[in-house]
């Protein structure tokens, strides 16, 4: 009888500490990903031991969550079958290392208990998220006035990767998309993140949409436009609330039209990328410009899969092959950079083959089906802001980008498949 009562009082200790390491995790993982890295292991380790392994084995027979648990497994299933077509062995595992955190937080996220997806937990979680990301922004603010004042006297500590510190400014710019669906979407799901929700968000929304444009990533701002293109559509078809949307359209175009008036760099930017676009058939010799070095990139990504079409060239050699099609193709920047494809589709394709893409794109597709068919506005939109930025960036490739899918999606979705969730998060 003792035993029991210790055990249960170490399960709630145990359950305790899960809560912390959650919201911690959504607090870290915009800000510093090394301890990103500790939280998640310390919680996939709780989460295993205190699991009630028969009760969700009766939940998983009569709910159709298993489907999505395999789905969103299945594609670390392939990478580590990819094993069996490599030649690079430490690479591969290295590889494997890195995007484990697919393989085991669809499977966590369905193991903790359904306390964890009621409507005041998921607050706490959205708030730590935005509170992680303020944080980053004001530290690289400061870094940036620090460097304007004493040491440079330029205004281009504002600007792209003078301005993150902690991130490439593509993934920074993602984060702060992420978190301005939060605010845009959260009320929308039952979740009211703030009592005076209006003005708290809006001046957020601001801010957060300035340092989206002084990043000068042309995936963010793009992604922030859509985002609030699609707010707007939301509001006057969805909700009937016609002068909200009126009002976020106005606001939008104005506010777009100073922001690349105020800010040259950024336009600068946009110019530069079309000028790329339109004379990519010219552009086999790179001149140090993002887009043209993509172009060049995505073309010998392309022959790559051509070559290796069924089956890919394995997990361990994607590396390898584009490096060495670099070399051949007198690539140099790429190869002296050791790039890889910049474009996460294109890079699966590479090592996976066609069954690999396939899994790859239905990770989404499925997910999208599911969101709309439930109303679920802010999960598609963070399914919509990773699939269109995983176009220019490979960002399965390290733990900034995997860390943050695996993580969000698993908890947006597997939310909607606990009980608490269904009644805090479907809309009315």
């Given at each position: 009888m003792f035993k029991v009562k210790n055990m249960s009082?170490?399960?709630?200790?145990?359950?305790?500490?899960?809560?912390?390491?959650?919201?911690?995790?959504?607090?870290?993982?915009?800000?510093?990903?090394?301890?990103?890295?500790?939280?998640?292991?310390?919680?996939?380790?709780?989460?295993?031991?205190?699991?009630?392994?028969?009760?969700?084995?009766?939940?998983?027979?009569?709910?159709?969550?298993?489907?999505?648990?395999?789905?969103f497994s299945f594609i670390y299933i392939l990478y580590i079958l990819g094993l069996v077509n490599?030649?690079?062995?430490?690479?591969?595992?290295?590889?494997?290392?890195?995007?484990?955190?697919?393989?085991?937080?669809?499977?966590?996220?369905?193991?903790?208990?359904?306390?964890?997806?009621?409507?005041?937990f998921i607050k706490k979680c959205f708030l730590a998220y935005l509170l992680g990301v303020s944080v980053n922004?004001?530290?690289?603010?400061?870094?940036?006035?620090?460097?304007?004042f004493i040491i440079y006297h330029s205004y281009n500590v504002?600007?792209?990767?003078?301005?993150?510190?902690?991130?490439?400014?593509?993934?920074?710019?993602?984060?702060?998309?992420?978190?301005?669906?939060?605010?845009?979407?959260?009320?929308?799901?039952g979740v009211i993140l703030?009592?005076?929700?209006?003005?708290?968000?809006i001046v957020l929304q601001i801010f957060f949409s300035i340092i989206i444009f002084l990043l000068s990533s042309k995936a963010g701002i793009i992604s922030l436009i859509f985002?609030?293109?699609?707010?707007?559509?939301?509001?006057?078809?969805?909700?009937?609330?016609?002068?909200i949307g009126l009002l976020t359209l106005v606001v939008l175009i104005f506010g777009t039209i100073l922001l690349l008036k105020?800010?040259?760099?950024v336009k600068d930017r946009f110019t530069v990328a079309s000028y790329a676009i339109k004379n990519n058939s010219n552009a086999i010799k790179s001149d140090g410009e993002s887009n043209a070095d993509r172009i060049i990139i995505w073309g010998i990504s392309v022959n790559i899969i051509k070559q290796n079409l069924l089956f890919g060239v394995g997990t361990g050699d994607v590396k390898d092959v584009?490096?060495?099609?670099?070399?051949?193709?007198?690539?140099?920047?790429?190869?002296?950079?050791?790039?890889?494809?910049?474009?996460?589709?294109?890079?699966?394709?590479?090592?996976?083959?066609?069954?690999?893409?396939?899994?790859?794109?239905?990770?989404?597709?499925?997910?999208?089906?599911?969101?709309?068919?439930?109303h679920y506005y802010l999960y598609l939109m963070f399914l919509f802001l990773f699939a269109f930025n995983i176009l220019v960036e490979s960002m399965f490739e390290n733990q900034a980008g995997v860390v943050f899918y695996a993580l969000m999606n698993s908890f947006l979705f597997f939310s909607r498949y606990h009980l608490s969730a269904v009644k805090s998060l479907k809309i009315k």
């Open positions: 009082a170490l399960k709630k200790k145990i359950e305790l500490m899960n809560f912390f390491f959650i919201i911690l995790l959504f607090f870290f993982i915009p800000l510093f990903k090394h301890i990103t890295v500790w939280l998640l292991i310390l919680f996939i380790t709780n989460t295993f031991i205190i699991a009630d392994y028969k009760s969700k084995y009766n939940e998983l027979k009569i709910s159709r969550s298993s489907a999505y648990i395999v789905l490599t030649s690079n062995t430490e690479y591969a595992f290295f590889d494997l290392e890195v995007k484990l955190s697919i393989f085991l937080l669809p499977i966590v996220f369905f193991l903790i208990d359904n306390v964890y997806f009621s409507k005041e922004v004001i530290i690289c603010l400061a870094i940036a006035f620090y460097n304007f504002f600007f792209y990767s003078s301005l993150s510190k902690f991130f490439h400014p593509s993934y920074l710019s993602m984060y702060l998309n992420f978190a301005v669906i939060i605010l845009l979407f959260a009320s929308s799901s703030f009592n005076m929700q209006k003005y708290i968000s985002i609030y293109l699609f707010y707007i559509l939301f509001n006057i078809f969805s909700q009937k609330k016609y002068k105020v800010l040259p760099f584009l490096l060495n099609e670099y070399k051949r193709n007198e690539i140099d920047f790429a190869y002296k950079k050791k790039l890889n494809a910049h474009n996460q589709y294109l890079q699966t394709f590479i090592a996976l083959g066609l069954p690999g893409i396939i899994v790859f794109l239905l990770c989404f597709l499925l997910p999208i089906i599911f969101s709309i068919k439930h």
